[in-house]
Nanobody
Framework: VQLVESGGGLVQPGGSLSLSCAAS????????MSWARQAPGKGLEWVAD???????DYLESVKGRFTISRDNAKNTVYLQMNSLNPEDTAIYYC???????????????RGQGTQVTVSS
């Protein structure tokens, strides 16, 4: 299994970034995918999920600003981030996830991450 994130960088407050995660080594179209982030000195925070039927879910603080999507033909999951603010600064990871009947998330595999810095 390999997950390779790209697209991070430095952006000014109010700006946008588009992250990509290229996946290989598993059946992508049969897998739920997530984006998570970890800010300096903080724990991992789950930002967005996309399920095999294309339905999505978001962390409350990013709703209306971030959009997760997937292209099964390209084995790629995306995170479009708009109206970024300094609180969005973090390392962003994509992950293969599974949910049990209690909707508890289990991480199957996670990428190495890409740094997003929002600063003027």
């Amino acid at each position: 299994v390999q997950l390779v994130e790209s697209g991070g960088g430095l952006v000014q407050p109010g700006g946008s970034l588009s992250l990509s995660c290229a996946a290989s080594g598993f059946t992508f179209e049969d897998s739920a995918m997530s984006w998570a982030r970890q800010a300096p000195g903080k724990g991992l925070e789950w930002v967005a999920d996309i399920f095999i039927d294309g339905s999505t879910d978001y962390l409350e603080s990013v709703k209306g600003r971030f959009t997760i999507s997937r292209d099964n033909a390209k084995n790629t999951v995306y995170l479009q981030m708009n109206s970024l603010n300094p609180e969005d600064t973090a390392i962003y990871y994509c992950a293969i996830v599974q949910f049990d009947q209690a909707l508890i998330r289990r991480v199957v595999s996670r990428g190495q991450g890409t740094q997003v810095t929002v600063s003027s």
